[in-house]
């Protein structure tokens, strides 16, 4: 069965060290990997994407790395701040037999950042 | 305009009910997607529009019936409905393309409860 997995259902670290999280998939070939930003009853909000052969992407304080030979990716948020606590979920958008593009979320990480 | 629009943003039926869900996007999107997401889940894709057209139907039951009057529009109605589909729906679109940095744009969602 196709899985997508994020390690840390919770994740809490001190304001201004660097966040982790991790991404891993199964039985996917993903044509990109995104990061997703949700705060409570809102929808998710788009951060990064990163193609399958692209091995690294930066944004401000962002940055996610994509290793297709693990099915694996990871996100960092350096600099933590309050304001970056959220769930952030890493999303597979993959093309189906018809030529579109679907996007499958993982399990989502629920950040916390203590000031 | 870079938003998608979904109303009502809060919705209560009875399971005898029909109702409608509309979400709305002029960003020239020519991909739509409704997902459905839990408490403390991920959003899970439902429907995919692309062109107009069904694509996916990720197995959902047929109380929910999706429609997509024109390439901005997108319609989720719903019938007969059970308490456990009590959730918050999403609309989503993206601009379908291989060129693409923008990853996929969410409305805010609606929440329904059914009783």
């Known amino acids: 069965s196709q899985k997508i997995e994020q390690n840390s259902e919770a994740l809490n670290i001190q304001e201004g060290k660097t966040a982790t999280l991790t991404c891993n998939y199964t039985?996917?070939?993903?044509?990109?990997l995104q990061w997703y930003r949700q705060d409570p009853g809102r929808g998710p909000v788009f951060l990064l994407l990163?193609?399958?052969?692209?091995k690294e992407k930066r944004k401000e304080r962002l940055k996610v790395t994509f290793d297709t030979t693990l099915k694996q990716s990871l996100f960092h948020i350096t600099a933590s701040q309050p304001a970056d606590s959220a769930t952030y979920l890493c999303?597979?958008?993959?093309?189906?037999?018809?030529?579109?593009?679907?996007?499958?979320f993982g399990t989502g990480t629920r950040l916390t950042v203590i000031p | 305009d870079t938003e998608v629009t979904q109303t009502p943003k809060h919705l209560v039926m009875g399971m005898t009910n029909k109702k409608s869900l509309k979400c709305e996007q002029h960003?020239?999107?020519?991909?739509m997607y409704w997902y459905k997401q839990k408490a403390k889940k991920p959003p899970e894709l439902m429907f995919v529009y692309s062109y107009e057209k069904l694509s996916i139907n990720e197995s959902v039951p047929s109380r929910f019936s999706p429609e997509c009057p024109n390439s901005s529009l997108l319609n989720l109605h719903l019938h007969a409905l059970q308490p456990e589909d009590s959730a918050l729906y999403l609309c989503a679109s993206s601009q379908w393309t291989s060129v693409t940095n923008y990853g996929y744009t969410f409305g805010s969602g609606t929440r329904l409860t059914v009783v």
């Open positions: 960003m020239g999107h020519r991909a």
């Open positions: 990163i193609r399958e052969n692209e």
């Open positions: 039985n996917y070939s993903p044509a990109y």
């Open positions: 999303a597979l958008d993959i093309r189906d037999q018809t030529g579109a593009n679907n996007l499958f």
